[in-house]
């Protein structure tokens, strides 16, 4: 029986509508190549906009020391050195071109007092760098790109689940399967290349800042065409998610609020973050009071700090455990988390600086930040690995299969420095679409759908339809419970042993997941389709994060709280198997050229 669908062809298809997809579609158009871009929800709507602090790139605007080498320093230090060095480097240099052209399509940037872009300060960066719109960043840059990107011919493709990469008889991606989410309709788009865009994978965890699109498509797609996945283990607790009320837990607050001076306490009032900062990093950070007032009055005053930045300003995962700390101990807040104060400054300048979260308290807590402290506590925010790829071209182990912002690993290693993701995508989203030109242009010949691949995926795509077992939403329930419980903030070995084993009976249950009603606009089948994917994932972290016996960045080993030498030189990677099982090896790190390890080594002397 031949299957019905509606075929679109282009050059090149980029799959997720975020920053890094709307860069890479823009790049592939001004090239002269065709592109259709494909989203999950409405053009607009991606979770690019919840990046609300800033870019990071290094302009010197306000730090004139500010330079890419201490840019790309502060980020392997920050992903504790098991990011991949190229990644890194380019991103460094080619963030302020980056930022500089976004300005140039129409951004419009907060300002220095003599009209230049202005930078705040952030956790993990040396000096102030960060680029921003108030506390709505992610959402100017995405209007910004979006804008831009329609006015270049891009062809939009909204409301459509992408379920199946499919490739040509030599191994190549040449297009994707999928459906209109309204209507259940299937859809291919044939291509000469396929860049994934899709982002992370939140929605796997009970407590996350992640919109319910984050069900690791992007990555659970790339690992079923063949491609590996890379360092699955690192996740990034936000340490600033709202606490209350119980409706919007988990809710992003940005980091900006600590880059504009303010403090964390602990129920007794105590300024915690002291007390928390590694041996290694201390001597960045202010040790007294007195310090640290100084640097925020340096900042009011908008001139380049003298001192040290306040400990608040410390990488993410280490002000998450601290808080994390502090709640297990009994010092937490009455709703467990800890108090974010910067009602000591004036409340006109804190509407100004961060409007955002003036508001989003006001509204969902009844809170005035002007006034009053804020709870907040850790919450799922990002995925630091991903689909492994080249750092040049961002081509996956599958020729033709590109990927790029937080679906692709390299950049960030162990921890990912805040502001570092909005530049990501802008750096690698165009390096995807120059990467996806040169391999499209090579390609000769059109590529057409493979009948027996879109029969396989239909059959798939309505197998819950013709099943008699359990609904998707407890499942989806247990599965958020698994990983909030067993693969959260800290590990042991004995949660993780139970995860995987939960994880593979979960596998089965997805398996035979049913659904009732027809294809048009099924929830319950969409849901269904999220949960393959989101079964993937969690059990590539869980794995992963069993084989690295030690603490580093995002992965916290209660039972291994020390590095590991030996894990130290390797990344892990998880592919499929050819009996269909997911694989874990261990990769060696690539070697750092001698001219940027001595950038490392002059810090020492």
């Known amino acids: 029986m031949s299957v019905s669908y509606e075929t679109h062809t282009h050059d090149v298809l980029v799959i997720g509508a975020g920053g890094a997809g709307l860069r890479a579609a823009i790049e592939v158009s001004a090239q002269g190549l065709s592109v259709a871009l494909v989203c999950k929800s409405l053009l607009g709507k991606a979770h690019t906009v919840m990046a609300e602090g800033g870019a990071a790139a290094a302009l010197g605007n306000v730090d004139p020391q500010d330079g890419w080498q201490p840019h790309f320093k502060d980020t392997m230090r920050g992903g504790k050195f098991l990011n991949n060095w190229r990644s890194a480097e380019l991103h460094a240099k080619q963030a ?31 000096y102030k760098r960060l680029a921003h719109v108030g506390d709505r960043t992610g959402l100017e840059m995405i209007r910004t790109l979006q804008d831009k990107g329609i006015h270049s011919g891009i062809d939009v493709f909204m409301e459509c689940t992408v379920s199946h990469i499919l490739k040509d008889d030599e191994g190549r991606a040449t297009g994707a399967f999928g459906y209109w989410r309204e209507s259940g309709r299937f859809v291919t788009f044939n291509a000469k290349a396929v860049i994934l865009a899709t982002g992370g994978t939140g929605k796997a965890w009970k407590v996350t800042s992640n919109s319910w699109e984050y069900t690791g498509d992007g990555q659970s797609l790339a690992y079923e065409a063949g491609a590996e996945l890379q360092d699955m283990e690192f996740i990034q607790f936000h340490p600033t998610g709202m606490v209350w009320p119980p409706g919007v837990r988990g809710i992003l607050v940005t980091e900006g609020v600590r880059g504009e001076g303010g403090i964390l306490r602990n129920s007794e009032g105590e300024r915690f973050m002291f007390k928390y900062l590694p041996e290694s990093t201390r001597h960045m950070f202010a040790d007294t009071e007195a310090e640290a007032k100084q640097w925020v009055d340096e900042v009011l005053a908008g001139k380049p700090a003298t001192v040290r930045r306040p400990p608040e300003l410390s990488t993410r995962d280490n002000v998450a455990l601290a808080i994390y700390a502090e709640v297990k101990a009994g010092r937490g807040t009455p709703h467990g988390g800890a108090f974010l104060d910067i009602s000591y400054q004036d409340s006109e300048r804190i509407k100004r600086k961060l409007p955002s979260m003036y508001h989003q308290f006001k509204e969902l807590a009844d809170v005035d930040i002007t006034k009053t402290p804020m709870e907040v506590g850790p919450t799922m925010h990002y995925t630091m690995g991903g689909i492994r790829v080249n750092p040049e071209t961002q081509m996956t182990a599958v020729p033709g299969l590109f990927a790029c912002g937080e679906v692709a690993a390299g950049l960030h290693g162990a921890n990912r420095l805040g502001g570092n993701s909005l530049s990501d995508l802008l750096v690698f989203g165009r390096l995807a679409g120059l990467g996806a030109v040169e391999f499209a242009k090579q390609y000769e010949g059109n590529p057409t759908p493979n009948e027996g691949q879109v029969k396989a995926a ?26 909030q419980n067993k693969v959260g903030i800290v590990r042991t070995e004995d949660d993780l042993k139970s995860a995987v084993a939960e994880l593979d009976a979960l596998q089965k249950r997805v398996d035979n997941v049913s659904v009732e009603g027809s294809i048009q606009f099924n929830p319950g089948w969409h849901l269904a389709q999220d949960l393959k994917n989101m079964v993937t994932v ?45 694989e874990y090896s261990q990769a060696p790190l690539p070697e750092m050229p001698e001219e940027l390890k001595k950038l490392f080594e002059e810090d020492k002397k």
């Open 458 to 483: 239909v059959d798939a795509l309505m197998a819950p339809f013709e099943r008699t077992g359990e609904g998707p939403y407890e499942i989806h329930r247990d599965l958020q419970d698994i990983m």
């Open 538 to 582: 969690s059990k590539a972290v869980a794995k992963c994060a069993l084989e690295r016996r030690e603490s580093r960045g995002g992965h916290t080993r209660l039972d291994f709280p020390d590095y590991s030498e030996q894990l130290s030189k390797v990344n892990a990677l998880i592919r499929k198997g050819a009996d269909g099982q997911m």
């Open 96 to 126: 302020p071109d980056r930022i500089r052209e976004l300005e140039l399509w129409g951004a419009v940037f907060d300002r220095t007092k003599d009209g230049k872009i202005s930078q705040r300060a952030f956790g993990g960066h040396t």
